[in-house]
């Protein structure tokens, strides 16, 4: 039966932030992935049929079987295969809880307020760089003088964001400041991650990713 | 192996994500100083244990503090032995992360807006999201209980067992409040045998209060909405 496939399926949108983590996390494992790309204009059956309850992408299928949500597909795949270092939850209890909270504040803060950043304007977009301002500058004191938010290693909380340094540009653009300014610690950080090659072979150029997102705007009738 | 740990959890009576972290230290044989936060007074500790989000539940172990219901729920089965709150298989972890992800943001906050409207038609969107929402809960059920288990953990009471278990008492206050039946055993007839086995279980009795104590802290925040 189509989509009982052997082996990892990755249902994707080039510059999705989401199944970038996805991709970085497959990559540092070392496991080999057919990436389908998806049309998310004229969804295919089987991301339809993968992804019943949201119809959004990413989605693993792991011999046919699918796990959705980028963040429980990063902690599936460093559960399901063991053996492929690295780890990207570490070992201590505390450690992945910090992690995990970590993650869970990108999820819950990032993307939403990027989103209003560049789609509103006036006093609305002032809000939004407010917020986005307080929520790098609240990254950035979280990472500290660490090398990664795993602290040594490359971990779940760096997979989680890195993604998102692409979209500094935009931000910065739309918000009219400096993340290198406001957030050295971060834009540091956003540079080791950068040297990574998971990250470099992942991740869409920032000026690709302003242009998606200028293409979106002329979607929906923004200047 | 329930040593003496210095376990704080500052929590609030009616909050299910406080509601779920109890049930899980009480799944683990536990135990831990209970510390009530007044939400509309919050506490030193609170505001330092938890700067980013200012809320409850905050479980502080040894002096270090975790945050977020979900992360440390998992944090409590990681650590303390005993039964297990999250399945050992991997395949079975994701589905139970990504219902319990649902629930958090999908239900909750459908369930939350009914009780936040400020008009009928608000309150009506809200319910019909509800339904809507916890329909998918029901049809995922389905699929769950089909071998005949007790609850989404299995024989006992599992991760999402607590982060839906914990919403219970609520829907009957917004039945009780605002005439909103969320689970009813016409509609989700699965979902109603399973709350009826999840209000008998020993971990839920202990630390689900009633649908009063609910009612009571709704005509709270909404006298102290009023009063702004």
Redesign the interface.
């Known amino acids: 039966m189509a989509g009982e496939k052997k082996g990892l399926q990755l249902l994707d949108l080039w510059v999705s932030p989401f199944g970038q983590r996805c991709r970085i996390a497959l990559a540092e494992k070392g496991l080999p992935y057919e990436y389908l790309e998806q049309d998310l204009g004229n969804k295919s059956e089987l991301l339809l049929r993968s992804n019943p ?1 949201h119809k959004k992408i990413p989605v693993l299928l ?1 011999d046919g ?1 699918p ?3 980028s963040l ?2 990063v ?2 795949i460093d ?2 295969f063991p053996g492929n270092a690295p780890a990207l939850l570490p070992a201590d ?2 450690a ?2 910090q992690a ?2 970590w993650a ?2 990108v999820d819950k803060k990032l993307y939403d307020c990027g989103t209003r950043l560049w789609k509103l304007k006036g006093e609305a977009q002032q809000q939004a760089r407010k917020e986005m301002l307080d929520i790098l500058r ?1 990254l950035d004191a979280a990472l500290g003088d660490a090398k990664f938010f795993g602290g040594e290693a490359f971990g779940f909380a760096d997979v989680a964001l890195a993604p998102f340094t692409a979209w500094f540009l935009t931000y910065e653009r739309h918000g009219e400041f400096s993340v290198e300014k406001e957030c050295p610690r971060l834009a540091a950080w956003a540079k080791r991650c950068g040297e990574r090659e998971s990250v470099a072979k992942t991740l869409s150029s920032p000026e690709k990713v302003y242009e998606f997102v200028g293409v979106l705007k002329k979607r929906f009738g923004i200047e | 192996m329930a040593g003496k740990e210095d376990l704080k959890l500052l929590g609030l009576v009616v909050s299910p994500f406080a509601i779920r972290v109890r049930m899980a230290l009480g799944i683990k044989g536990v135990s831990y100083e209970y510390v009530e936060e007044d939400m509309f007074n919050k506490s030193d500790l609170l505001l330092a244990s938890n700067p ?1 989000h200012k809320k409850v539940p905050v479980l502080i ?1 040894n002096g ?1 503090p ?3 219901s ?3 729920v ?2 409590v089965d ?2 303390f032995a005993g039964p297990p709150i999250l399945p050992a298989d ?2 079975e ?2 589905t139970a ?2 219902w319990a ?2 629930v958090d943001d999908k239900l909750t906050p459908a369930w939350i807006g009914i009780l936040k409207a400020e008009t009928e038609d608000e309150r009506a969107e809200k319910a019909t999201e509800t339904l809507a929402v916890i329909r ?1 809960v029901e049809e ?1 059920l389905a699929n769950t209980l089909a071998d005949g288990r007790a609850f989404f953990g299995g024989d006992s009471i599992g991760y999402l067992d607590v982060v839906l278990g914990s919403c219970l008492f609520w829907f009957d206050a917004l039945r009780r409040m605002r005439g909103v039946e969320i689970i009813d055993s016409g509609r989700t007839p699965l979902l109603a045998a399973w709350a009826e086995r999840f209000r008998e279980n020993a971990e839920a009795k202990g630390v689900v209060p009633g649908a009063d104590e609910a009612v009571q802290y709704a005509n709270k925040l909404a006298a102290a909405a009023a009063a702004k």
């Open positions: 309850v792991h079987r796990v959705c949500e429980i597909i902690q599936y559960e399901a209890p505390y992945r809880a995990r909270f869970d504040y609240t | 980013v172990h270090k975790v945050c977020e979900l992360v440390i998992q944090y990681e650590l991997p395949y972890r994701a992360r990504f992800a649902f998918q995922a």
